[in-house]
């Protein structure tokens, strides 16, 4: 059987999907087109996070996201693809090319996990402290297996307080660069914006007695009583190296992942502050005990449907 290329119509599947991906700030550092019958995702430079993200691993977490997403809506059309990672050294803004496999029809995990894009949010709320079940934590694992990845439960007070102390030591290195606590003001909305975190979705204003740190969208007092969970599950998601390649896979890794949590009926906030500062993230790997790298830090849990975050429409994000 010949397989023909991508069409428009299946191009603009795609993007309705892929745009549903999580990034740093919601930068939304992703663009789109088609050529030569395949669906190419290329990071946009204009969108960066300069002081955050110097070294581009946040938009590459994110445009790997975007992909699997991209991913997920063609396959769920009987179109699934051929995933490409960087495959021009000449075009380094040119994350991945989509080509046509042949025609399938979807598995039904694949209908669900498409199914929970739109309900994904990062929640920044505390949770409840119902344990996550461990059916649900070896669903976990797997979504990050399936992708070339793996993923660390940190379960229990003395371990979670360990990388809590090591997130907050990362924490205030980030906070003490005024560019950086201006970038993140930059980012932050308080008028209805296509971009960047409504202070709504940014959670309560953090607390000195919290036990992980979060970022300070905005200033939001949280209501008496609403403190976070005294014992969070805390995941760590690695990949075999550190390359732009292997943090491509990463955000496959990571969405899918965001994506099983959200089908299961759990909460997830991202926690990247270890990641971005290098001696906080070599820390964690040697904690671990991994030869791996980490590639992202979550809290799951139990919690009310986080409030979602804009986003720029396909036509913004699609290139002729």
């Known amino acids: 059987m010949t397989t023909t290329g991508y069409t428009r119509t299946e191009l603009d599947r795609a993007v309705a999907a892929a745009i549903r991906a999580p990034s740093l700030h919601n930068s939304q550092p992703w663009r789109f087109r088609l050529r030569d019958g395949a669906i190419e995702v290329l990071r ?15 938009a590459r977490i994110a445009c790997g996201a975007a992909i699997y997403n991209a991913r997920l809506a063609l396959a769920v059309a009987g179109r699934p693809a051929l995933v490409r990672l960087r495959p021009r050294q000449d075009e380094p803004d040119l994350m991945a090319r989509l080509l046509p496999a042949e025609p399938a029809p979807a598995t039904p995990a694949e209908r669900d996990l498409l199914a929970a894009v739109p309900n994904r949010h990062s929640n920044r709320a505390p949770f409840l402290p119902t344990p996550v079940p461990p059916d649900a934590r070896h669903r976990l694992l797997e979504a990050a297996r399936a992708e070339g990845c793996w993923l660390d439960l940190i379960i229990g007070p003395v371990p979670v307080a360990a990388l809590a102390e090591l997130a907050y030591s990362a924490h205030r290195v980030l906070n003490r660069d005024p560019a950086y606590a ?52 805390v995941a760590v998601l690695g990949a075999a190296g550190d390359s732009p390649t292997d943090q491509l896979q990463a955000g496959q890794a990571l969405q899918r992942v965001l994506l099983t949590v959200t089908r299961d009926g759990l909460a997830v906030s991202m926690l990247s502050q270890p990641i971005e500062v290098p001696a906080a993230r070599e820390q964690l790997r040697l904690s671990l005990g991994r030869f791996g790298i980490p590639q992202m830090v979550m809290r799951i849990g139990y ?18």
């Open 44 to 58: 946009d430079g204009a969108r960066l996070v300069p002081v955050a993200d110097g070294s581009g691993w946040a």
């Open 182 to 233: 201006r970038e993140l003001l930059n980012w932050t909305r308080t008028e209805p914006a296509d971009d960047g975190v409504p202070v709504d979705a940014g959670g309560p204003s953090p607390e000195p007695h919290d036990l992980l740190p979060a970022r300070g969208f905005g200033d939001r007092p949280r209501h008496p009583g609403r403190d976070f969970e005294p014992e969070p599950l």
């Open 303 to 320: 919690g009310a449907p986080g409030l979602p975050t804009p986003r720029r429409g396909a036509a913004q994000v699609t290139d002729a």
